[in-house]
């Protein structure tokens, strides 16, 4: 079944212990992005990938790092967390171009609560 | 840079009626993208629509895109409470045969009531 697991998916946590977000994908897909969710600012793009060792910063990116290693994986960490990262979390994938079948459409994860104390 | 607004934000509709939902972008893009959320849960893709004039339909729901207007619509059809849910547009302005990073709308929070 075509998916994209995050991990964990409830999390609560103290300001300053660093944690990590994992990200998998099974379609071989080529751009992955991280994605906040908070009530009244709708979704907001953290970082993105456009390929294996290739991520960029999206309209939200201070406090959190990434990194793109295999093309199947994408995690987010938060280094030093703070309770202004309280928030749902959204690990997102898709096809890149239209000559293997893609639309551009978004696959998205279950999502991650994350809680910061 | 890409502005998307969707109108309204809140809907609050009667079973049966029909409405819709609008969606403006703020840049030439022919490929827009519908998706559904319901409250704590992922976000559902709905509709891709890559070309202008391209119309899709799933039951009660039919999106259309207009890219001279900039402008795409979400027509609900004889609500039922099902379609109780938040709504996001979203648009890649990249053109060709590359896809790019979509920018979403604020999101409509439609509520069907008996």
């Known amino acids: 079944e075509a998916q994209v697991t995050q991990n964990p998916r409830y999390l609560i946590t103290v300001t300053g212990k660093k944690l990590t977000v994992t990200c998998s994908q099974n379609m071989n897909h080529e751009y992955m992005s991280w994605y906040r969710q908070d009530p009244g600012l709708g979704l907001r793009q953290i970082y993105y990938?456009?390929?294996?060792?290739?991520?960029d910063k999206g309209d939200v990116p201070e406090g959190y790092k990434v990194s793109r290693k295999e093309k199947r994986n994408f995690p987010l960490i938060l280094e030093s967390p703070s309770p202004n990262q309280t928030s749902l979390y959204f690990c997102?994938?898709?096809?890149?171009?239209?000559?293997?079948?893609?639309?551009?459409?978004?696959?998205f994860g279950e999502g991650s609560r994350l809680t910061v104390l | 840079e890409l502005k998307v607004e969707q109108n309204p934000l809140f809907l609050s509709m009667q079973e049966g009626k029909n409405y819709t939902i609008y969606c403006n972008y703020s840049?030439?893009?022919?490929?827009l993208y519908w998706y559904r959320q319901d409250p704590g849960k992922s976000l559902e893709s709905l509709f891709v629509?890559?070309?202008?004039?391209a119309v899709k339909q799933e039951g009660r729901l039919m999106a259309s895109l207009d890219t001279k207007a900039r402008l795409s619509t979400l027509h609900i059809t004889a609500a039922v409470h099902d379609l109780s849910a938040t709504y996001f547009c979203a648009v890649d302005p990249a053109g060709g045969t590359s896809y790019g990073k979509l920018t979403f709308g604020q999101g409509t929070i439609l509520t069907v009531h008996p």
């Open positions: 990938s456009m390929n294996v060792e290739v991520t």
């Open positions: 840049t030439t893009s022919d490929r």
């Open positions: 629509l890559l070309s202008n004039g």
């Open positions: 997102a994938s898709s096809h890149l171009t239209s000559g293997i079948g893609g639309t551009g459409e978004l696959f």
